[in-house]
């Protein structure tokens, strides 16, 4: 009990009222993921603030708020396209508490009636991920370009507002997988570099066509293997330059200049 309740002033109990009011209308609250389920695509929440309750001699002791369980969790998303990223125990998000009972529409989608009056209410919140404290603030923010990547920073792709210059970067490998064509177009050169084996391989052919020269060399030697025809047709010169051997294998091999 407020001992505010006790005083012989309509005003202060008026003031009292309105504070009891306001405590239970919940607005937002920052939180942390306990648990996520990809399937439903919501999770349960420690709301990272504690709450108070008056023991019965009228103290006041902070205690956790109960946990949130099914909150909706949000991924950017329109026009058939969303963008996720995994959601992982001690991730901090926000929780946004609706004005209304949200229910209806979580289960069926649409336009719903509220299944329950409950206005601002605990069980109403939705979890925005991605807000840091600063005990788990990520550091190196490229102030100057967009970039999605890893909170260690090593695996990005940065893109570059100002030159347009896109830059993907990762101590790992790259894979990309297609069920179709794949086509790199550019105005300028297409520059590929390993320091390991670089290989080109295709299961019905490999074709390199340029109206200008070509040239394929290697410091330890080159080696061409087919298991068709190797057929190379050149309207100017041909040269091969190598410090090491050169090997060319296949059941048949044309040059044509």
């Not at 297609?178 to 019905?204: E, L, P, R």
């Given at each position: 009990?407020?001992?505010r309740e ?24 920052p ?99 991605g ?12 102030t ?7 909170n ?14 896109i830059?993907l970067n990762?101590?790992?490998k790259?894979?990309?997988v ?25 299961t ?14 290697g ?5 061409i ?9 050149i309207n100017g ?21």
């Amino acid at each position: 009990m407020d001992s505010r309740e006790r005083w012989d002033d309509p005003e202060e109990a008026l003031r009292v009222a309105m504070d009891g009011l306001k405590s239970g209308l919940w607005t937002s609250l920052p939180g942390i993921v306990q648990s996520f389920n990809a399937n439903a695509v919501t999770a349960t929440v420690q709301i990272a603030i504690k709450g108070v309750v008056h023991t019965p001699d009228g103290k006041a002791q902070f205690v956790n708020m109960p946990l949130l369980v099914d909150v909706p969790v949000h991924f950017p998303r329109g026009g058939n396209c969303t963008l996720t990223f995994p959601v992982t125990k001690g991730d901090e998000c926000l929780v946004v508490f609706a004005a209304r009972c949200i229910d209806g529409w979580w289960q069926s989608g649409g336009v719903q009636p509220p299944a329950e009056p409950r206005i601002h209410d605990l069980s109403d919140g939705f979890a925005f991920v991605g807000f840091f404290s600063q005990a788990t603030k990520i550091s190196n923010i490229s102030t100057t370009s967009a970039q999605l990547r890893s909170n260690d920073g090593q695996a990005y792709i940065d893109l570059n507002p100002f030159t347009h210059v896109i830059t993907l970067n990762t101590p790992s490998k790259v894979a990309v997988v297609t069920g179709g064509d794949a086509t790199v177009t550019a105005q300028g050169n297409i520059n590929a570099s390993a320091t390991g084996t670089a290989t080109i391989s295709g299961t019905a052919g490999v074709n390199i066509n340029s109206p200008a020269a070509v040239t394929i060399s290697g410091s330890t030697g080159v080696s061409i293997t087919t298991q068709g025809n190797a057929t190379a047709n050149i309207n100017g010169s041909l040269s091969a330059t190598a410090t090491g051997p050169v090997s060319l294998n296949a059941p048949n091999i044309h040059l044509n200049g």
